[in-house]
């Protein structure tokens, strides 16, 4: 097993393009020995630590998975704000600490760079899921593997991300990797929740087309993928502009009539209401398989910053 | 490893009596085996995943052990309903993803029919591990094979069931399954806590005989197997007739005089004060070795749906 | 492995200085094992419960890893408290339930003696995990062996004990542990937070030099350990007190400069501010190795009361 070039995984923008292959070529591997009945064993004899300092059922279930997927063994704090953190300890300390117990952590903070703090605390590899409106960068790159693995490739894909883009750090991480390959861009999104300038700016001096639009239907007519995320109530000043907009970010069948059969459909989970559930049964409805997809990537890198 | 007929546990009543055998010979093995100090691998490379919308630590243990026994491992959610589902998710969809994860799932919840709607949005097994005032299948699976343990046999016995017999969930599920064998049922409780009329027509319509009394004693002289269970006060409309009645059905020594020596005293656990701690010495006092035969069973089960 | 002399851990003064001996000689061969990469498997196919009446995730997790370092596996109820205990049910019947689940059981709850019912109730070992402020016995080990590491001995060391001597279940228990070695004492806290004349008197019976004073800086000048612990202001009935004297009992490398360099400082964690953060870096600040010190340490435990 090849290591990354960093200790840890923090950011999603941290990789190289080549190193992204590799990562997704080791996924790919793994994914394929456990359909074929494989027990992996990359990680026998280490033990993962997760440190949740706020629940995320899913994340934590799919580093776990992923760790026993390869014979590694797991150590959990589902709620570690109920522990020694109410005590007064420095997550400093914390990580200082559990570096004694485990070979590796995965860190879940509600603070922007806690993850890039815990690293720094510690010589063992911290893998980041989520540090608050920060970085999620495992999110990143499964999503990354699922339109790969959906539409064989990535390069020359249109790509519409809708619903709040401007509050969604899985949009933005999305955006910032994909801009590193051939990729055309649809934003769609009520005004008051457009994708910040910032990142729109930097995908237009790459020389990514970037085209923005109020209306999901416009999305789905031009795109090979479209990535649904949630617009709440609360994000909004006026509760009658939500109102206004909330159905039209609704995605049914109807709606997809519009768009390529081939369409992907990717969400970042978990759904409320903004995927009709007739949507589920289309081939393209690629969303429970972007979260089984979680696993082989976490996976891979589990392997390799632990291996 | 012979498998289930169906893909899911999800009633007690789903069985047939083979397959109860099956089921038990099974449970009966692998008991031996760990007895015997053996280590089973017939899960191994497996992933358990325990979803546990209310907390319920012995039947999570106990399930949790069983994998561990089998060589599986264990992902986990003790208190699930604080994670995704308070963000809004679907019991369907929290399955969908989980099934991503795991490849066999244990599901407690507190609605009846959760476990039958888990199990119809996935292809991976399901164990209904309690759904409110529905159905726990493996605790009647634990309790008939208590039966067998401690009695030899289940036919041709005289059960007493006692208690609260109108709100428990397990002791309704236990009377239809021992319907299917050559039982005398007694059924003693609070007249207004006796046992559903709808369960009683059906044991008379399968020609069991079943005798009805208030009179905790009067079961305790005719019975081989004594089935006991907690009267709770908000259980009664009027306080009086609690503080009445609740002394009666306090098991003590002195009211198992009258009984058979070769008495078998069961209860499901957690007692309060319903068996006085001075039966617990006694040679037919069987519930913590009925709790101890959880992990055959479930043993027996997982490996019946993953093996 | 040969067996402890007792079937529980329990308390820190049920091991004879031979069998401390042996559990220190385990603990140091296995640290060395894991570090030279071996997977060991004295535990394979046991199971541990660890069951916390309260939650403490640097003791859950750290003996969680060393059963699995040793490869065994484990349940876990990180809050017991919400679960059976809610429902009424004794300890005596939890543990006799668990009993059924597993091969050794840890023990962590808010009440003196709670352990030692435990052990009365069950066949099964009990390790104590903390007692309210009764015992904590792998705690007591783990610092002994720490200063045994650190030091290269115990004997002919003078050892300063700091902070609140009067409350701490820790150093109580640890001045208990040192007494049977050549240790020269030093006691310093606030008047108000004196070591109990109990002990003190236990170990001047015992033929243990002891002194006693206000003045951390004193204690600094005269010791090769320095054990320091958390003042918290709830202990003082003055508050103005408790002001006066916070600062002279705070760490800093300043005050470190009056003391020995080969001095080892040590802490249980967690900290709060007791303790500068630039003193982290110091050859002698021990705390961190002194907590990772717990998974050697619980490793000899487990395997030598379920191995």
């Known amino acids: 097993m090849e290591r990354l070039s960093s200790k840890d995984v923090l950011r999603a923008d941290q990789f190289s393009t080549e190193e992204i292959d ?13 359909e074929a009945g494989e027990i992996l064993d990359a990680l026998r004899g280490k033990v993962l630590a997760t440190l949740f300092y706020e629940p995320s059922t899913r994340t934590r279930l799919s580093f776990e ?24 300890e420095s997550l400093h300390d914390t990580i200082r600490t559990v570096e004694g117990y485990a070979d590796v952590i995965v860190l879940r903070h509600p603070q922007i760079g806690a993850a890039e703090e815990a690293a720094r605390a510690t010589h063992v590899p911290i893998l980041n899921a989520g540090d608050g409106a920060g970085q ?41 990797l994909l801009a590193d390959y051939g990729i055309e861009f649809v934003f769609a999104s009520p005004e008051a929740l457009r994708m910040p300038n910032e990142i729109v700016d930097r995908l237009c001096s790459k020389g990514m087309p970037v085209r923005e639009t109020e209306s999901l239907t416009d999305a789905i007519a031009a795109c090979d993928v479209l990535y649904m995320t ?36 990717m969400h970042p989970l978990p759904r409320v209401n903004e995927i009709a559930t007739d949507v589920d049964g289309l081939p393209g409805a690629a969303y429970f ?3 089984a997809n979680g696993v082989p990537i976490r996976m891979a890198l589990l392997a390799m910053v632990a291996g």
Do not use: C, W
């Open 65 to 88: 998975a992923a760790m026993l997927r390869l014979s590694g063994r797991v150590v959990s704090v589902a709620e570690a704000k109920s522990s020694s953190a109410a005590k007064g």
């Open 230 to 265: 949630r617009i709440q109530r609360e994000r909004f000043d006026d509760p009658r502009e939500y109102d206004r907009l909330k159905d039209a970010y609704i995605l049914d069948r109807e709606m997809l009539a519009g768009g390529k059969e081939s369409m992907t459909i």
């Open 136 to 176: 999620h960068p495992t999110q990143s790159l499964l999503d990354l593997y699922t339109i790969v693995k959906e539409q064989g490739t990535v390069d020359g894909l249109t790509v519409a991300l809708a619903g709040d883009l401007k509050n969604g750090r899985t949009v933005h991480s999305l955006a910032d």
């Open 22 to 34: 590799r990562i997704l070529e080791t996924a790919r591997r793994y994914e394929a020995a456990l």
């Open 289 to 291: 398989r972007q979260a």
